[in-house]
C-alpha cells in the first residue's frame, strides 16, 4: 500500500468535524493504480450526500445542480481527464441526472472519457458495492456498508439524451445483465 493510501485509510491529516460514520472515498488499490502516472485525483463520494441520499425526489432540477456544483469546487483551471461514475448514475432519477451532467460540464474537456455501469433492464437489482481499480485490466469491488439506495434505470437513449455531454464510445452488456459503459465527450 502507498503512503498517499495508507494516510486515506487512516484519516491522516484530515479535518475532523463530527464522527466518523464511515469513509470510503477511494479503495487503496485505486490509489496504488493511479500513483503510477503524474495526475491529480480526485474523489468526490456523491453516495453518502443527504441531496441524493434523502432529499433526491423533493429537490428541484435546479436545486440538486447548484447541490452537485457545491460538491464540484476545484480549482478553476481543473479539467477532468477521466471520470470514474461506476454505477453513480443508476442511483440518479431523471432530474438528478440531468442536474449532474449540468454541474460536471464546466469541468470537461474534448479529450475527456468516462466509464461506468448501466442498468440494461427494469429486472437488474443493484449491488450495493464500492468499485476499485486494481490494473488496467481488473476491478475491484467490496460491499459498502451504508444502505443501498433507490435505483433508477435508464436505457441508453435516455442516459444519451440526459447525460448530454457525453457519447456512447463503448458498450458491453454483462452477464449480470448490467451494462459497462466507456464515454466520450461530445463535441
Known amino acids: 500500500m502507498s503512503s498517499v493510501a495508507r494516510k486515506i485509510k487512516s484519516g491522516g491529516d484530515l479535518p475532523r468535524t463530527g464522527p466518523l460514520k464511515s469513509r470510503q472515498p477511494a479503495l487503496p488499490e485505486t490509489v496504488d493504480f493511479f500513483s503510477q502516472y503524474r495526475c491529480r485525483l480526485h474523489f ?8 441524493v ?16 456544483e457545491e460538491q464540484f469546487r476545484f480549482a478553476a483551471d481543473t479539467r477532468i481527464d477521466i471520470c470514474m461514475f461506476w454505477d453513480f448514475l443508476s442511483y440518479l432519477d431523471d432530474p438528478a441526472l440531468r442536474a449532474f451532467n449540468s454541474a460536471l460540464r464546466p469541468w470537461m474537456h474534448p479529450g475527456t472519457r468516462a466509464h461506468g455501469f448501466g442498468m440494461h433492464h427494469l ?3 443493484m449491488e450495493n ?3 476499485g481499480v486494481v490494473d488496467q485490466n481488473t476491478l475491484s469491488t467490496r460491499e459498502r456498508r451504508s444502505s443501498p ?5 435508464h ?3 435516455e442516459m444519451h439524451e440526459m447525460m448530454n455531454c457525453f457519447d ?10 448490467k451494462l459497462e459503459m466507456l464515454l466520450k465527450m461530445r463535441r
Open 149 to 153: 439506495l433507490p435505483s433508477y434505470p
Open 155 to 157: 436505457s441508453q437513449i
Open 129 to 131: 458495492i464500492h468499485y
Open 53 to 68: 441520499r434523502d432529499q433526491q425526489a423533493k429537490l428541484s432540477e435546479k436545486e440538486l445542480r447548484h447541490a452537485f
Open 44 to 51: 468526490v463520494d456523491l453516495m453518502h450526500e443527504p441531496f
Open 123 to 125: 429486472a437488474i437489482r
Open 168 to 177: 456512447f464510445e463503448r458498450g458491453l452488456l454483462l452477464p449480470e445483465g
